[in-house]
């Protein structure tokens, strides 16, 4: 008999559903793709009605539902927090307890109603698990990994307690040596800064990431953020544990995360309002507060190799999304081997807790380990026909070339790329987790000195700093980028080779951001970023030979293994689910071709958009 078990994130952000047969990663998918609504947070519905019809079984087949955290903990964080900031925070209080005591407290009768959604009529629900909120993630981390054993290292802004962890992983166990608690909190310090430079909480920090190397380090005024914050903001131990001043910020109480009034004072700068123009003030704060995590992150390595003596690391929880982290970790050495979950945010939780109930609740040998991993390239959601196609667009009298032959479509793709323009790709299964990686995906010719900026405000209608990712063929990452991993899901920085780069002006760092962000500074300039690092993924002809043909077709035109890659999708949108949101997406921005599947679509041959183009109303700005 199957053991089957479904993994749920919910009520925070980034709701999820995952499914799990036999320990085997069958299906997952964020809830957000289907409703369009980014970072949705109720309850995964759609994931869950998708996971189970992907997997052909109902309610009554499951062995186990696991929510991933324990939210009578959660509940117990926020009362002791209260009582211990009192009297402040009596806004936030009676705004956030209320819809605890009408429902989040009674989280099992929540989610025996939605579940029973899903299934039959009187068909019965199967037990409910509730694994600690940083379990789910270093599960998610360790048991997807190609490792027989490593540490685990969970960063994110906090579960019940819990806000950074470090555990060992050996076999179907999971042991939690170290633990730092809320409100001292790597993500929520992080997420400060985010909010301070203007940008949104759980979403704005990969702008912030982004706009660290505009900084410029060898000036007094970044010197200067980075000394005050580790002076007055953070006590930073050798172990990689750290005390944050609570004096400067309100996210424990309050709803907001900073102390405006104090941070002005101590850095001599107001906080910036989303969308005012960015000056160097920001910059400079983004590169100061960057490093500060970095040092801290490399502490903590430090602590989890002393403690586990093994050679393999594995990261989880939404911090370890910061790619540039990562890259430095990899580049210190301190761990033979690196594994990063994919969806290392709260979505990746309902995979976790699936993986912790069959290995550690069930108590399941964990005997099968794939040597790249068992994530199959994260290509773990729905995937859509060609007659699915075909009725979108009869739906939109669409206009279409249809290849009978892949190999030829993928040759006309990659003429078209050579081109310089720029071409919705959507392929197979969606990916499970924040990046695009090949099969919803907006690509354009690295080579072109203008695609970075056509691509930011043409067709993503977001800021002109923000960097693109390119996708190289695994065979060929060395010929363009000093790393001597591979790095599939987009999940590390490297250096472009210094044989490719172009020399700079001596007075480079001191030029205004956008004289920087067109200088050309390689011979990819679309994908090199300000520092000359890019955010990799290699690609693999086993986990995607659809794509790895394009990008080789690419190469066979033009010597270059390499593309430019950006999730498809405008700000503030999920990335597209359907042919149907595809379509869409295609044609309410300047997007030159899509293909879906086997067919091609041209815009210019395409029918009036009668549509209104109203996104910005439609997608709040990210």
């Not at 000394?227 to 750290?242: A, N």
């Not at 590169?287 to 594995?314: D, F, H, M, P, W």
């Not at 000359?532 to 270059?560: C, D, H, M």
């Amino acid at each position: 008999m199957n053991e089957i078990i479904l993994g749920i994130s919910a009520y925070y952000h980034d709701s999820a559903a995952a499914l799990t047969i036999n320990g085997k990663i069958f299906a997952a998918a964020h809830e957000e793709r289907f409703t369009r609504k980014k970072q949705d947070s109720s309850f995964p519905v759609n994931a869950c009605r998708f996971v189970l019809d992907e997997a052909g079984v109902s309610l009554g087949d499951l062995t186990a539902v696991v929510f991933y955290d324990k939210p009578y903990i959660k509940f117990e964080r926020l009362l002791e927090t209260y009582h211990a900031f009192a009297p402040a925070g009596l806004k936030s209080f009676n705004s956030a307890i209320p819809v605890w005591i009408k429902e989040k407290l009674f989280m099992k009768d929540n989610l025996r109603r939605e579940l029973s959604k899903l299934g039959r009529e009187g068909e019965k629900i199967p037990q409910i698990l509730f694994p600690e909120h940083h379990l789910s993630h270093a599960a998610s981390a360790f048991f997807p990994s190609p490792f027989k054993d490593a540490a685990i290292l969970t960063l994110d802004g906090v579960g019940e307690w819990a806000t950074t962890t470090i555990g060992y992983g050996n076999g179907n166990k999971i042991s939690m040596l170290r633990e730092l608690e809320f409100p001292h909190s790597i993500g929520l310090f992080y997420a400060a800064f985010t909010y301070y430079c203007g940008f949104k909480v759980n979403s704005g920090e990969y702008k912030l990431m982004g706009l660290a190397p505009y900084g410029n380090p060898d000036a007094e005024e970044t010197k200067s953020i980075k000394r005050k914050i580790l002076e007055t903001l953070v006590d930073i131990r050798e172990d990689g544990s750290f005390l944050l001043n609570m004096d400067y910020f309100d996210y424990a109480t309050k709803l907001s995360m900073t102390n405006d009034a104090r941070w002005e004072k101590l850095f001599g700068f107001p906080r910036r309002k989303p969308e005012q123009e960015l000056d160097q003030h920001y910059m400079n704060m983004a590169y100061a507060i960057q490093e500060v995590t970095e040092e801290i992150v490399l502490k903590l390595a430090n602590t989890a190799k002393e403690l586990t003596k093994s050679e393999n690391i594995a990261l989880a929880g939404g911090c370890a999304l910061n790619c540039v982290a990562n890259g430095r970790l990899l580049k210190a050495g301190i761990f033979k081997n690196i594994w990063i979950q994919p969806a290392s945010g709260d979505a990746g939780g309902s995979l976790g807790a699936a993986l912790a109930a069959h290995y550690i609740y069930f108590k399941n040998e964990r005997n099968e380990i794939d040597p790249d991993d068992s994530m199959r390239g994260a290509y773990l959601g729905p995937q859509f026909s060609d007659l699915e196609i075909e009725r979108v667009a009869r739906k939109y009298k669409a206009v279409y070339q249809k290849f009978n032959d892949f190999d030829e479509l993928c040759d006309k793709t990659a003429s078209l790329l050579n081109n310089d323009t720029v071409i919705g790709w959507f392929q197979g299964r969606m990916e499970f987790g924040p990046r695009a990686l090949g099969n919803r995906s907006i690509l354009g010719d690295p080579r072109c000195p203008d695609m970075q900026k056509k691509l930011n405000l043409k067709i993503k209608f977001r800021e002109g700093f923000r960097p693109f990712a390119p996708s190289v063929l695994e065979e060929d990452i060395q010929e363009f980028f000093d790393i001597t991993t591979k790095s599939p899901y987009m999940l590390l920085v490297a250096p472009v080779v210094e044989s490719r780069r172009c020399k700079i002006p001596n007075n480079y760092n001191d030029l205004p951001l956008y004289e920087r962000l067109y200088f050309q500074r390689s011979d990819v300039p679309s994908i090199t970023h300000i520092n000359f690092s890019a955010r990799i993924q290699s690609v693999s002809r086993k986990t995607n030979p659809r794509y790895w043909q394009l990008i080789n077709k690419f190469k066979e035109k033009t010597g270059y293994g390499i593309v430019v890659n950006t999730s498809f999708n405008v700000r503030g949108e999920p990335i597209v689910c359907t042919p149907d949101d595809a379509y869409r997406c295609f044609m309410r921005t300047e997007m030159d071709y899509l293909v879906m599947g086997n067919y091609l679509f041209t815009k210019r041959e395409q029918p009036n958009w009668s549509e209104k183009d109203n996104w910005k109303e439609e997608f709040k700005l990210d």
